[in-house]
């Protein structure tokens, strides 16, 4: 997996108790193009996949390895051969090297290409985000026309390349800010994100350095007044958009390295997260931004510069998406079962209108007693499915043509194995009638660390 860091330099004024780093300037290459190896053949890759029952285990494992290097161009080849394995073993290690390929393209993030020469910016952006299959939206509206705010025009050549480092490229030449609006990306004049922030980009993942604080406080509530002091880092992580990252109760950090520009370490003492503070991570709270912060040490004598800081963000990714439907809404009573052995069933309570241009659906989620509390992996994949089933995010109310009705609220709960929650939803924008109502759900979840490095950036 491959990825760039990109550093800035200063060219503006610092608090002594804030440094923000809206005044860096980011350098970008122009051409983000890479240099492919060959694609292997169907003949080559076929024989990878019979070395797989291969009686010398260095043959298998070389096949191994140049299977998942092939990534997607062997997948149709071995879900064919999956059907008919020539063993046992054969079929186990085809099943371990398509998940290693899945969660290989799901870590590295959709890639792009744009061959782009004075292209105007809005169609730049709308062909890379489309590529990546990114929902998004516009703010204002006029944002990319000439009346409004002049954008310039977009020079670009890349060619199958990862979407952050394209689309951090397109914001360099355009300005155009990039905002989470709804969970979902918004180009916009209003900043989040700013263009000059230094930012580290590992595949499907950004993290943009904002800000390095220090703050020391007297409390004057006691006879005996005493003094705080906080001195961390600010910064955003940000997922590609739709990729659904679970946000932690804990916005722990793990540092590695973090030296000053006299060769001092402003370390803390390490406290990585534990398992127990994961399964506390909100399952029902996807996101794909969040602030994260680490504390420092503020030594006596620490320099003026940060020379180096290193480090890692612990993320939980859902993963195997799955999309199930109610293909009928005239009648109640039917039923969904979530794929896996969770024994988890949403059923539909029924769809009523409420005005012409309104309707209300119900349904209930029912799972084994049994598997609701403890620490058994059936109770984790329990909590881990019925928890984002509670959002209204997972469910979504369509049309004939796949148009989604407008969520307006509603609620719901319950206990000892059921839930029910009714919703409305309305008709708009060229929207029609209601036909079907969708579940999406992911059934599996990966927990990551996604690593990071900034050079040389100042101290407050």
Known sequence: ?????????????????????????????????????????????????????????????????????ADDDALDQLRAQLKSPLSPEQATDITAILETINQNDLLRGPLVSLDADNMPAEQAFKTVLDQAKVSYSIWPPQLFSSQYQPISPVTLHAHNAPYWQ???????QTGVSLNYFNN????????????????????????????????????????????????????????VPDLPIVQSNATDVELTSAMDDKGQSLLLSPSPMSQDQRQYWYNNQTVSQVSVSAGLNRIKGI???????????????????????????????????????????????????????????????TWPVNNNGGDSPEAQQTNFITGQLQSWSGAALLDANGQKLSFQGGGGGGGDGRLSYQYSYGQDNGVGSPAKLVFTVYTKMLDTKIPFEFKDVPLP
């Open 303 to 365: 320099g003026t510069r940060l020379a180096d800081i290193q480090g890692a963000i612990p993320v939980r990714i859902e993963c195997d998406k799955q999309d199930l439907a109610i293909n009928d809404l005239t009648k109640p009573g039917q039923t969904v079962a979530i794929p896996g052995d969770a024994g988890i069933v949403i059923s539909f309570d029924g769809l009523v209108r409420q005005s012409p241009n309104t309707y209300q659906v119900k349904y209930s989620i």
């Open 184 to 239: 979902g990306l918004q180009l916009t004049n209003n900043i989040s994100l700013d263009k000059h922030n230094p930012i580290y980009i590992h595949g499907a993942f950004a993290i943009a350095l904002q800000s390095i604080q220090y703050h020391r406080d007297v409390n004057f509530n006691s006879s005996n007044p005493s003094v705080d002091k906080s001195f961390d880092v600010q910064m955003l992580f940000m997922a």
């Open 1 to 69: 997996m491959k990825y760039l860091c990109f550093i800035g330099i200063v060219i503006g004024a610092l608090s002594y108790c804030l440094l923000n780093f809206s005044g860096f300037q980011t350098s970008v290459r122009a051409d983000t193009s890479s240099a492919a190896a060959p694609a292997p053949g169907n003949s080559q890759i076929q024989q990878w996949i019979t070395d797989l029952n291969s009686s010398q285990y260095t043959v298998r494992q070389q096949a191994k390895q140049n299977l998942i290097a």
């Open 166 to 172: 394209v689309i951090w490229a397109l914001y360099q």
